[in-house]
């Protein structure tokens, strides 16, 4: 750089019996050194960091009260004197200003350096006391009468005041920043009538853009302006969009569970969430800032997110504290969720962002956080019956989202049947009017666990009741070889009661009628016991066919191991088929049938699969 000569008149000397006229270079080097060259030699040299300063003890003094009050002792190498000023607020940047201003040369505010320069001017103690008009009153009237009057400007100094800490707390140019922006936010976001003409969540992109601790003043200073808890949750989850990546993407791979290879790993957020570094606490801390500050009005923020920062809080490893609360709040708008929301993986314990694989243990290892889910669902259940509510339509949603939740992770083969059945069993029974969708759980897990014991299916059947099954759901449910056998006999029993039911329902209608006719109400009386004769027959012969159940049994397990004796299973099915008023001649062509080829499988086996 070129030097260039710059004559200045140096302040009065109250020493001096005349002024001096002294040629200045403004001289800016690349080393580690400033050097201000006059005709007179300096005799001041002051470190800040990693750059020294060559300059006049006059100018400084005059101007600057800490170091007047210093006493400086000359260096023995040069015979001047040395100042460390390694603590000045913004360093050798603002101190190059506050040289300038101290020889008398202009100096630029602005919104990037007027913070700076409002903090170091303080250090060094810069009053009016020492000069009028000292940096400390100019700089202070900038922030006053230009900075605080501009949006624009307040955000650009209290994105500043990040690295001014805790000097430009003390001085209340934080706060004064903060008081300024919620003013004017809450201002064009008031309840007036104007207010709907404007456009809402306009100053959301400038918030963004500040750090976290910044962040959370000024929603403290908006919700204080009495701001709707619905602005201010759209201005947090627009802050977490910012400041969180991943937050509005839907986990992929979820229901991939590589039932060949047995291998659960899938890529979160398309395998860009950083491990075990810097960027992982400073999204630790944004998660459980934003976490604290949000409105506790239901209506503030969605059930959607809450369950999007439940993810990232347990991906970042937050506090179990922090954690519990979300999942209590989820708990409490479980209504309002989903069920991608619900498919929460699991990880490690410790490593951020690392899933679970199934060669890291021997133990039950789901690819999904079904404890999560089964405390959420808990908490629910027990804001419900604190608030005594008696909505059932909130029960028939929570329950309906249960069952595409249990039907999803069903899928996992490492789900055990009891993390199954107790999950299942959350809410009562007669939180559903329908068991359809309880049914195609049961029936997916069973398919993904073919090899489950018999009394484990009994057991996961039992969730389900059998009355409670649509007809489609029971046509289905009787050909469906994964069922256990008492299963499908108490659904045909269950869809054989209610067409009994109905039919007697519509019999004495009928009687009705012909009795107005004719008169006869005694023919009426005849058929309404007749009805209730068949109904005892069918209870009867059921009763029958559980007493041979345990033979049936044995029958099915000797024909899955030696070849398939046709007549013989024949004739027990037959014996079945009787008893719902199989005609004799259906029977019989069933054996001409069966008689050419043992091999045929009955069609009581062929049954449909759900899934």
């Known amino acids: 750089m070129d030097e260039s000569l710059v004559h200045v008149t140096q302040p009065k000397d109250p020493r001096s019996h005349s002024d001096k006229v002294i040629t200045l270079a403004d001289y800016f080097k690349k080393e580690p050194s400033w050097f201000v060259t006059p005709q007179i030699p300096a005799d001041l040299s002051i470190q800040v960091r990693d750059t020294t300063y060559n300059v006049h003890k006059f100018p400084l003094i005059s101007k600057c009260g800490y170091i007047r009050r210093l006493e400086i002792e000359p260096s023995i190498s040069n015979s001047g004197f040395e100042l460390k000023l390694d603590s000045l607020p913004g360093r050798s940047e603002a101190f190059e200003f506050i040289i300038r201003f101290c020889y008398g ?23 009016e006391e020492l000069e009028d ?30 690295t001014l800490s805790p000097w430009a707390e003390n001085l209340q140019i934080v706060r004064r920043c903060c008081d300024s922006i919620a003013w004017k936010a809450s201002k064009d976001n ?19 853009m500040l750090s976290i601790d910044h962040f959370m003043r000024i929603i403290a200073a908006v919700r ?7 602005t201010i949750g759209e201005c947090i989850v627009h802050y977490a969009k910012r400041w969180l990546p991943g937050m509005g993407v839907e986990l992929e791979g979820v229901r991939g569970y590589g039932h060949e290879k047995h291998d659960l790993q899938f890529s979160i957020f398309k395998g860009k969430v950083k491990e075990n570094t810097g960027h992982s606490k400073q999204q630790k801390t944004i998660i459980e800032n934003l976490v604290s500050i949000i409105p506790p009005q239901p209506e503030a923020v969605s059930c959607k997110f809450l369950l999007q920062m439940l993810k990232m809080a347990m991906m970042y490893s937050a506090s179990p504290s922090l954690i519990s609360d979300l999942e209590k709040r989820v708990g409490m708008m479980l209504e309002d969720a989903e069920v991608n929301d619900l498919l929460i993986p ?46 059932k339509s909130g029960r028939f949603k929570v329950n309906r989202l249960l069952e595409n939740y249990l039907a999803e992770i069903a899928s996992d083969p490492n789900l055990s049947i009891t993390k199954f059945q107790v999950l299942a069993e959350l809410l009562p029974e007669n939180a559903r009017s329908c068991d359809d969708g309880i049914y195609r759980a049961i029936d997916t897990y069973l398919k993904t666990h073919p090899s489950l014991a018999e009394h484990d299916r009994r057991r996961l059947c039992k969730i389900m009741n059998c009355e409670k099954l649509s007809p489609d759901a029971c046509l289905h449910a009787a050909q469906n070889d994964r069922l256990p056998l008492r299963t499908v006999i108490q ?64 029958e099915c397990e000797s024909l899955s191991k030696k070849p398939k004796n046709t007549s013989r299973w024949s004739f027990s099915w037959r014996k079945i088929r009787r008893s719902f008023h199989t005609k004799p001649e259906e029977d019989e062509k069933e054996d001409e049938q069966d008689r050419p080829n043992p091999t045929t499988r009955l069609r009581f086996r062929r049954r449909l699969s759900l899934s």
């Open 105 to 127: 040369f202009p100096i630029d505010l602005n919104p990037n350096n007027i913070a700076a320069l409002r903090c170091a001017s303080d250090f060094l103690e810069m009053t």
């Open 133 to 162: 008009g000292n940096l400390i009153s100019k700089t202070e009237a900038f922030l006053t009468f230009v900075v605080f009057s501009s949006w624009k400007d307040t955000i650009a100094v209290l994105k500043s005041c990040e």
């Open 190 to 208: 008031s309840t007036s009538a104007d207010a709907a003409t404007k456009q809402e969540g306009w100053w959301f992109d400038d918030v963004a």
């Open 224 to 230: 204080a302006k009495g701001t709707k808890p619905e």
């Open 346 to 391: 699991r990880y490690q314990n410790g490593d951020q962002g690392k899933l679970l694989n199934l060669s890291d243990s021997l133990e039950e290892c789901t690819m999904h956080d079904i404890d999560v889910v089964q405390r959420i669902v808990e908490y629910y259940l027990m804001q419900e019956q604190q608030i005594h509510r008696q909505q």
């Open 491 to 554: 659904v045909l029993f269950s869809e054989h009661v209610k067409m009994r039911a109905e039919m007697q329902e519509k019999e004495p209608a009928a009687s009705g009628d012909n009795f107005e006719q004719d008169g006869n109400q005694s023919s009426a009386d005849d058929n309404i016991k007749a009805l209730k004769g068949e109904l005892e027959n069918v209870k009867s012969k059921m009763a029958e066919l559980l007493s041979d159940y345990s033979e049936l049994q044995r």
